[in-house]
């Protein structure tokens, strides 16, 4: 599934604050004592359900989300207090600066958001964009433009990676990078048009085999379809996660394990029951999972709900999310 929108959830020391473009206002939500004190995630589980309650309150719907760090929710040039830490060098023309923050709590909040559909491939330092966005104790509707902006250019700081080092992009680095990603754009834009004129090829194709085909091309038909590959063929699996969540049937999620089972994945988990307003049945592949498992999976699921939507992400916590809709 593409998602069409766009969002900035920025993290601060005593809370985070979330835009989407879908959203008529910036919204807060405060971190207690007894899930975060001083970005030490203290309760996970009841971090991750106070989570939850808030996009389902909201009715916030799933979009692209970029997560930021602020100053406050990190250490720059002192030593972390954290027990858990990630650091980064961030060089500018000016000065060279340590970034080091806590990675449970952003990782937390990440994967919360993603079993409701969200996808988040960035989580960037605030003080890669400037000081006046970094230092903001609230995010605003002119930060989260900029940030819009600029995000593009700005993956070598991507936290969800293991670069050496950051830098600061010069302005010649910046334009070129942004020419790079308008070629890329340019380039999806004509696969899309090659898509849509291949689809009405195969439904011109389909049309006219259910209007003219006759008994034996039916037989020859159901006979390939026999061929598919038995669930033993795929040594894969057992290289594969998954996890299978259900707001509104618990059956159904036993019921999708079940007929999973038969692969040998190396695990099937059951998430806890949440409560969602996701009206469609979702299934996240990491991109290390083959057409061959994606096509068997998604066909085991039609079984169970026959319209499913699809997408991709590298940074997902399991290799497979199955989200079941009503």
Do not use: C
């Not at 807060?28 to 808030?54: A, R, Y």
């Not at 795929?234 to 999620?253: L, N």
């Amino acid at each position: 599934m593409k998602l069409t929108g766009a969002g900035v959830l920025y993290i601060l020391k005593e809370k985070f604050d979330l835009y989407t473009n879908a959203l008529p206002t910036i919204l807060s939500f405060p971190f207690t004592n007894t899930t975060v004190k001083d970005l030490t995630v203290i309760n996970k589980e009841l971090l991750q359900k106070n989570i939850n309650e808030f996009i389902t309150s909201n009715t916030i719907p799933p979009t692209n989300l970029i997560i930021v760090i602020g100053d406050n929710a990190a250490s720059i040039d002192e030593q972390a207090p954290f027990d858990h830490v990630i650091s980064k060098k961030i060089t500018t023309q000016q000065s060279e600066h340590i970034f080091t923050t806590n990675p449970d709590l952003y990782t937390i909040v990440k994967e919360a958001f993603e079993i409701h559909g969200f996808a988040i491939e960035f989580v960037l330092p605030g003080i890669v964009f400037s000081n006046t966005i970094s230092q903001q104790e609230t995010l605003t509707f002119e930060n989260a433009t900029t940030i819009f902006q600029e995000a593009l250019t700005m993956q070598q700081y991507n936290l969800l990676t293991k670069p050496e080092g950051f830098k600061i992009p010069g302005e010649d680095e910046i334009a070129a990078l942004e020419k790079k990603a308008q070629r890329k754009r340019d380039v999806m834009r004509l696969y899309a048009y090659i898509n849509v004129f291949g689809v009405m090829i195969i439904a011109v194709v389909v049309i006219w085999n259910t209007m003219y085909r006759t008994p034996s091309q039916d037989y020859r038909g159901k006979a390939a379809t026999n061929q598919t590959p038995t669930p033993s063929q795929w040594s894969e699996a057992k290289q594969i996660t998954i996890t299978i969540s259900d707001p509104y049937s618990s059956t159904r999620a036993q019921q999708a394990k079940n007929l999973l089972a038969k692969y040998h994945f190396q695990s099937i988990t059951i998430a806890d029951k949440v409560v969602s307003t996701q009206t469609k049945t979702i299934i996240i592949f990491s991109p290390k999972v083959s057409p061959t498992t994606r096509t068997a999976v998604l066909k085991e699921m039609q079984t169970l709900l026959p319209t499913i939507a699809t997408r991709e992400s590298s940074t997902a916590a399991f290799d497979i999310i199955i989200m079941l809709g009503k």
